[in-house]
């Protein structure tokens, strides 16, 4: 017998509560039921608030506060309910910004890629956007959890240009992998947790040389197919701001060359993703421990 899916922290019905609230308050009421519910969650949840307050004061490189454990919190449950709004019909864009050149690059000249994704702003949003608004086929790398009730409605809404690849269900990743490439689908997996990744490397971030997945660069080599990180930025009402690196593509020169690129490749992004968190640090909506100092 398969264990059972892991669970989202809150209650069952928890989504259920807020796509009913969303139907039938105005947004002055809902607005503060939705802070009452980022208090409620900071309250009861002691070990996701540990996680957080120890990155955001790395980050910021003083002692975090309780208010911006809340913010960090919120910003969080008004991810979820974009999710939800975008899943139910709302129209949400995704748009480039000028430095985004490896994703422009992408869609101009077509074909499939690795899109190395992180827990950041609207990242989460990017694979659905690329499938509805460029019709392009994308294979999304996930967790399943028990309780994922706006993955479920994003992905039958989505369903045309989108399918899921558990990463939970190990037996079948490999080949689910090797099948959707063969698809000549974009393949998106998310390059900031350490949960379900066979390959490690080591790179700079938050003052420290921290372990990061490294598995998407030799996917690249085994399958010979571009990688491009991406991250979706808030960028007001119905619209996210989409930073990519440049494409990283893997040529003749040997295993060893390609992964040194790959390193300098994924470092340089982490940069400037370190940079983008520094300047709206509860963007990244990681409350798990910071990964692992190397030894």
């Keep these: 017998m398969k264990p059972a899916a892991p669970r989202n922290p809150g209650p069952r019905w928890g989504f259920q509560f807020i796509r009913g609230c969303d139907a039938v308050l105005p947004e002055f009421l809902f607005r503060p039921v939705r802070q009452l519910g980022a208090w409620i969650a900071l309250a009861v949840m002691p070990e996701q608030r540990a996680h957080s307050r120890a990155y955001l004061t790395a980050i910021t490189g003083r002692p975090s506060s309780l208010r911006a454990s809340f913010r960090h919190f919120f910003a969080f449950e008004e991810f979820l309910l974009l999710r939800l709004r975008v899943a139910q019909g709302q129209p949400h864009r995704g748009e480039l910004t000028p430095e985004a050149v490896g994703f422009r690059e992408l869609l101009d000249k077509g074909g499939p890629a690795l899109l190395g994704t992180f827990h950041v702003g609207h990242s989460d949003l990017t694979g ?141 992004f982490l940069t400037r993703l370190e940079g983008m968190l520094r300047a709206q640090p509860e963007l990244w909506f990681n409350y798990l421990p910071l990964n692992p100092v190397a030894p």
């Design 128 to 268: 659905f956007l690329l499938g509805r608004q460029e019709h392009r086929r994308v294979f999304m790398v996930r967790q399943r959890v028990g309780n994922s009730h706006d993955t479920d409605i994003l992905g039958a809404r989505f369903a045309e240009w989108l399918t899921f690849i558990w990463v939970n269900e190990a037996e079948n990743l490999l080949f689910a992998l090797k099948e959707a490439i063969s698809a000549g689908g974009s393949v998106a997996m998310k390059c900031d947790r350490l949960e379900f990744s066979a390959k490690t490397e080591a790179f700079e971030f938050l003052g420290a040389r921290r372990l990061f997945p490294f598995t998407i660069y030799h996917l690249a080599l085994i399958f010979d197919r571009p990688v491009v990180l991406c991250v979706g930025l808030p960028a007001g009402p119905g619209l996210t701001n989409v930073e990519s690196s440049p494409l990283f593509r893997p040529d003749g020169a040997g295993k060893a060359a390609n992964l040194a690129r790959a390193r300098i490749h994924f470092q340089e």
